[in-house]
């Protein structure tokens, strides 16, 4: 039995031995093999982030001015790309990508609502001013209409020999505004001291004839037809 187990031993010993030379040499031979490289993504992934609730979250997607239709992703060749996100009441959103190093694309849209400027002096009368929104010129008017996003807007109006108008206007914010529904900012002018303005011209109101006048025009008419 003793000798059995001395047989043994030594076998095992040299058994475990090989293999740890074996599993050395394998590992020695992986190591030393080129990795393969990462498999490339299908296609460029997009997703949409939209800034108020919403239950419809289509958009179109343009890739180089081209229209493409997509599911969760657009085929795409590699390479620097534009890509446009578009739907009617939002603003485009658009972006540069350098595809595979970029593989997904996420479409910010903010929706849209219109504001309109009235430009008047304290009197009432009509001015011609300049409109500023969020420091960006508008141009010279009376009256405009824009298109905003929902959120804080400044609001400024400029005219020669008035005192500047600024407010602040809230478009209200992750709310669903209704079909229609529209700002209306007033810029009320103050002018300047020295500064004259015309007040607003009285209509004429006719005085009406009593009924002796009238008649004695009438007929006063008549008579002259006849002895014309």
Not at 54 to 59: A, F, I, M
Not at 156 to 168: L, N
Not at 207 to 220: A, D
Request: proline share 8%; charged share 20%.
């Amino acid at each position: 039995m003793e000798r059995a187990c001395i047989k043994i031993i030594p076998s095992f010993v040299f058994a475990l031995f090989f293999f740890g030379l074996a599993l050395g040499f394998t590992s020695k031979v992986f190591a030393q093999l080129p990795l393969l490289p990462p498999s490339p993504p299908k296609g460029l992934e997009i997703n949409t982030l939209y800034y108020e609730p919403t239950e419809d979250y289509s958009v179109s997607v343009y890739l180089d001015g081209k229209l493409k239709e997509w599911d969760s992703s657009i085929d795409i060749l590699p390479g620097r790309h534009t890509v446009k996100c578009v739907k009617n009441g939002y603003f485009d959103f658009e972006g540069e990508i350098d595809y595979p190093q970029v593989s997904n694309f996420q479409c910010k849209m903010a929706k849209t609502t219109p504001m309109t400027v009235k430009v008047k002096d304290t009197l009432g009368n009509r001015v011609l001013a300049n409109v500023y929104i969020d420091d960006e010129s508008k141009g010279g008017m009376d009256v405009g209409t824009f298109t905003v996003a929902k959120g804080t807007h400044t609001v400024k109006c400029v005219s020669e020999g008035y005192e500047d108008f600024v407010a602040s206007v809230e478009a209200a914010k992750y709310v669903e505004m209704r079909q229609g529904t529209f700002y209306n900012v007033d810029c009320i002018l103050k002018p300047l001291p020295g500064t004259y303005i015309p007040g607003p011209t009285p209509t004429p109101i006719p005085k009406p004839k009593n009924f002796w006048g009238g008649f004695l025009t009438w007929l006063v008419g008549i008579l002259s037809g006849i002895f014309k």
